[in-house]
């Protein structure tokens, strides 16, 4: 079937704990999603088997939209009247997603670039070997040993360099004798993408023993990652390997109409399609209750990186264990004995599934998920870097201004547009809350969009851009981004009710607001129309995206939220003085209309 | 009738249940199929591969990797003793000699000449698998363990820390709402499956560590506690390896909260007992929750359920409220009102209508109450 020949696509995404389908279907010109259903994820006992559960989650699809999809257990293809779907496509983190185990030879070089290179593919990497990671050999020998992943990606040393190195790292790994954690019959998928001289010698040294796979070096030099060709292989064994041990897979397989994507990687497509499409800087967030994995797009880069335990229930604790309980009482704007906190905490931990039922406890939950998404972002910025390792021609004008290699792609200043998703963004009672937590953990500078997917489609987004860019494109604009507003926070310091910018909006409607922004403070501007003329003037030592105290006109987007003005200056910091603090978050938490009085 | 789906924990004073005992890697199954086995007896065994030591003799002889072989006095396969020599030079003057002994016992596995690395790996070390509960094998999985049936009463507690024990049941609470001292842990309790009340704090477990109680079940514990005892703050439930000394099941959660009385009775019941516990929780895929099984049947039951959750509530259920402002209050279920309701935190949510002891009716969201057993 040609591309434009789609006009209902059915596609799924198969979660840890639930099925999510939706329907999209052409009408006139453009594609839409017309419903949506949900079931349980059916991966393990007593059913195990995926496809109990997409065939529920697609029935509730056929009850709503009266359309008949299923003909017993198969998909109708194609759409004839009201009858079948053109193509049926589908992502997968069931089952613990795709867990894999990387080496290179130096942790800051080709170390860095194979996580890079395996956390774009989708996975989630459980450690990072290298030569010189500053553990004893047979403690990398012990650690290999313990993990059980899905795959290995091996690299290590430039094209025609020395080999040394990573054929000491095959030699651990076959000392270690891995198991793959599913399936004790089949051999561990070994994947190299190292120095091509080595060939030879790692096919002797691990070809009977794994399923050794070799395709092109990840960083056939210092100077240039080549991350695609091992990332093609990621997917190739994923869908071979992996997929086909989990239970009920290789029957989604033969359902699909394009091949089943890792949930995250097809995140990351959708985010890229996106980001390249109107030539912005993107940073997209999904916050769960486990995980929180970040995309981001900056100066055309894709990055993704997954903090495996910052979430919003399973990892709670371990979002106070690693930001510190300090870190999370200073955005609630009252007291609380620490070890109530504690409790409450761990015992979000052990029950899951309970939901914050007075505004205290919601106010809770939004300052975890503060501090979820400022350290998931740290790490992000940490893995988002330019190449370490790399020769740097100096001249005499640099004498002054010398950075190192490595610096980070993230800037917070050319930030154009945030996409949150996950529960505690995507369905916060009021949306100025979502946007609020975003603009605490990230901090943007000068100009930012904002929005929330709320729904989480995404994910079938992505695997359905493998198909048709425009239909999952379309699907993007129209349904799946909730449009919250712009924020506009002057990069600068100054002293409290002091005047920092004064700004003007025009609507498309010729409608103008406009005012004045003081340090300190907070303007929430209610303003819904998708597009809106903004001229900012920042008085001098603030700057808004062109240097300090420059005008900057620009066009932003209204939303669900509207404007919001922060004035409280970047870097932006609460006050230590408990009152203080607490006298600042009540009236930011007013200004912005959070909470109920 | 209205009706809703609500997850709940396991507290049965008698089943039918069956425990798979399976071997991390393939090894020997030790009992054959209808055998009784004690919860202590041997049902499988394997042989853990030993730890590998890499020995960089290139580097350290100051050689190229492919001469290597020139220098060590052992081939692959062959023992080595910790302190033997493995690999020196032959210089023309003797003070000139150097040589590298092993650094353990074991056998050289291989040899490389690529790297100048030779991998010396340790004795394998015998890993054992108990029966755990007592019972009958009714399924053997060849090379990797057995299954066990048994019948008796079996309690699943919502957290816990530390492994597999066993020991006699002996309860140190008067009832589920009081305090578990450090006092009333005596000599008595050595051994023994200690049950308290509605909370032990730390000065109680230590000294239950001392006594070398084998595990103590209670209603709550404090955080902070937890985190003294183990000395780092639990970030994800994923436990049951933690080596304090003892195997501590929380059946409520973390504060001080009264033992289910349901619950606490039912353990008072088996008071003397031999029980099998484990601390092991993960709360994610592949849920686990701590448990105690007594075998056998309690003193006033005849007849074994084979399983009464019914997975969904209705009106008349007890229940208990499992977050704030009510966290760890009883009360009964009055209504299951079907439409979505509009709570404190302004978010839409399925409630139910709950009679307190008292009379007094609350609403609460469904996601945060329990069933409790009738």
Redesign the interface.
Known sequence: MSKKDLEVIIATDCG?TTTKAILIEKKGDTYRQTFRGEAPTT??APFEDVTKGVLNSITEVEELSGRKLLDGEKIITPNNGNTGADIYVSTSSA??GLQMMVAGAVKAMTGESAQRCALGAGAIVMDVLASNDGRA??EK??RIRQLRPDMMLLSGGTDGGT??HV??LA??L????P?PRLG?SYKLPVIYAGNNKAHE?ITEILGDRTALIITENLRPSLERENLMPARHKIHDIFLEHVMQQAPGYPRLMKMVGAPIMPTPAAVGTMTEKFAKANGFNVLAVDIGG?TTDVFSVFSEVFNRTVSA?LGMS??I??V???AGLANILRWLPFDIE??DL?????????????????????QIEHAVSREALRLAFDQHKALAVGLKGVQQERSISDAFDQTASGQSLINVMKLDYVIGSGGILA?S??RTQSMMMMIDAYQPEGITRMAVDSIFMMPHLGVLAQISEKAALDVFYHDCLVRLGTCLAPKGLAKEGQLIMEWEVTGSDGKKQAGQLRFGDIIHVPFEAPKAKLVARPVKGFDMGAGSGNKVEAEIEGGTVGLVLDGRGRPFTLSKEPAKRRGNLEKWYKAMGMY?V | MAHAYT?GLKVMPCTLFRKRRLLP??GKVLVEEGKQVEATDMVAQTEL?G????VNVANRMSVA?EEIKDLLLKKEGDPVKKGEIIAENRPFIKWFKTSIESPIDGTV??V?H??G?I?L?EPPKVLPLQAYVKGKVVEVTPNFGVTIESEGTFIQG??GIGGETNGEILMAAKSPDEELMPEALTEAARGKIVIGGKHAGLSTIKRAVELGVKAIVVGGI???D??QLLG??????VTGTEQIGLTVIVTE???MIPMAEYTFKLLASRNGEKASVSGA?Q????VMRPEIIVPGFPKNVTECRKDQGRGWIEPGDPIRI????H?GVIGTVKSLPPELTV?????H?RVLEVTLDGGEVIV??R??I?VLEK
Do not use: C, W
Request: aromatic share 6%.
């Open positions: 840890s991966v393990e089952g613990g050999d047979h020998i012990e080999v040394t054929v000491e030699q651990f076959k000392a270690a004798d198991k004790a010698k486990a335990n399973y990892s604790s371990n106070m264990a690693e620490e070890q504690r409790n409450r905490l761990k015992n979000k931990m052990i029950r899951p599934t309970t939901i914050p039922q007075t505004v205290e406890d919601l369905h009672p009021r109920p | 997850p890697i393939p591969p730890k590998v030591f890499p990797p596995d291989s490389s690529v790297t690395q991998m790996r919502i957290f404090h955080d902070r937890l985190r780092y703050d639990i970030g994800v439930a959660g973390f504060g929780t709360i994610r895929a592949g499992i977050r704030e402002p966290f709570i404190g935190s302004e978010s949510a609460v969201p996601a945060n329990e």
